[in-house]
């Protein structure tokens, strides 16, 4: 049993560090990570919570509308970074002082509602999938399921942190 959960959380940890970086507008590991590669990552990341909660075969049945929540949640995640690197690339070939000039903040708020929006109904999808599930673990099957949430939360503020410092830090070079 331990074994399974050290497995899948050192599992967890090579797939969410990527899997973080991934979201990060600036350039980098987004732009080198493919759809393929998302997908593959998505995969695995989807088999290892599967292989760590042991799900029992009345359980199965609920695990399709999970995964399809989790692979469409990706996808909206990987269109959404296209979109920043699209708008990225589109302010890079104008001149810093044209930029300025021309920013709307009204549209850069719509933008970002639009955006948070999405997010906010792809993770309520997830929850909603996740319900009828969650209601027929057994306790042991909640107790990695909650080891598994608290690591990926942990990573993924620890690379949120990492982006933050280096975008302080590439700020500070500038």
């Known amino acids: 049993m331990l074994k399974l959960v050290t ?3 050192t599992s967890l940890f090579f797939i969410a560090s990527p899997l973080a970086y991934a979201q990060a ?5 987004a732009e080198r990570l493919g759809a393929a590669d998302v997908n593959t990552l998505t995969d695995a990341r989807i088999n290892i919570v599967k292989t760590a909660l042991q799900l029992t ?3 199965e049945k609920y695990w399709p509308a ?3 929540a989790i ?4 996808k909206d995640r990987q269109a959404r970074i296209a979109n920043a690197a699209a708008r990225r690339n589109e302010l890079r070939d104008r ?9 709307n903040p009204v549209e850069f708020i719509h933008r970002r509602a639009d955006a948070l929006a999405q997010r906010a109904a792809d993770l309520k999808r997830l929850g909603d ?3 009828p599930l969650y209601q027929t673990l057994n306790p042991d099957q909640k107790r990695r399921m909650a080891a598994l949430t608290i690591y990926v939360l942990r990573e ?8 933050r410092l280096q975008t302080e830090a590439d700020d500070a070079e500038q």
């Open 66 to 68: 999970i995964e399809d």
């Open 129 to 131: 999938a996740w319900q």
């Open 156 to 163: 993924m503020r620890s690379a949120a942190e990492q982006r």
């Open 7 to 9: 497995a899948g959380v």
């Open 25 to 29: 507008p600036s350039g980098g590991a």
């Open 57 to 59: 075969p009345d359980q």
């Open 71 to 74: 692979r469409t949640r990706m």
């Open 95 to 103: 001149s810093p002082i044209e930029v300025l000039r021309d920013r």
